[in-house]
């Protein structure tokens, strides 16, 4: 995850991360009409990948991680059951009924935009829409709480409180992290958590808020693949992202169009 030592980003920096953000925005609704039965994860990334290069800009996930064993793909397309960092595959066809969170970081003049959101594919279930409606919120809700002063964990405990009110749970495994150059240093932003805990916001810091809330219980399955995180009982996960500043006065979502 890097190293612990916050690093506050310069206005010139943060300029950049915003238009590396606007493009992580635009990537997504370049994607949304795509999002339908019969079209394949592998398609969406393909797709993913032709785009991002036509914009002069790299994706982060590909070629990503451990030498022995790095991210394949582009993007991270993760259907139903999978809370994050599913690998796209040609075999892997949505079909009516599915959620799908896409999770793009395209590299733009040497910064990261990095932004996901889950998708309905047809008509969801009334289940599954309540679930990604709730995981929405519970990102704004977070994001509420980002201005100078006050804690990291400020931002879990908002988002527990208003997931586990719809006896949602919250992934304790994966968190949201600093972002700027380097796709993930400190700080880390659980998604649970105590009011007035963790490290001190101040105007510069730039990380992600990414809450993964599940429908059933909040403990994950790592896959044989490495990268695939599942929901231990295979229940619906769901998952948004932003890319937030701290300002002076309060917060900026860096990963809007």
Known sequence: MGSERVTLLSSREIDKMRKAGALAAELLAHLAPMVKPGISTQELNDEAERWTQAKGAKSAPLGYGPKDNPFTRSICTSVNEVICHGIPNAKEILQDGDIINIDVTPILDGYHGDTSRTFFVGIPS???????????????????????????????????????????????????????????TAPQVPHYGRRGKGKKMKPGMVFTIEPMINQGTWEAVMLDDGWTAVTADSLLSAQFEHTVAVTEDGVEILTLK
Not at 126 to 154: F, Q, S, Y
């Open 126 to 184: 009334a289940e599954a829409k309540k679930l990604v409606e709730v995981t929405e919120e519970c990102l704004h809700r977070g994001i509420a709480e980002v201005k100078p002063g006050a804690r990291i964990g400020d931002i879990g405990a908002a988002i527990q409180e208003y997931a586990e009110s719809h006896d949602y749970s919250v992934v304790r495994d994966f968190v949201g992290h600093g972002v700027s150059h380097i796709f993930h």
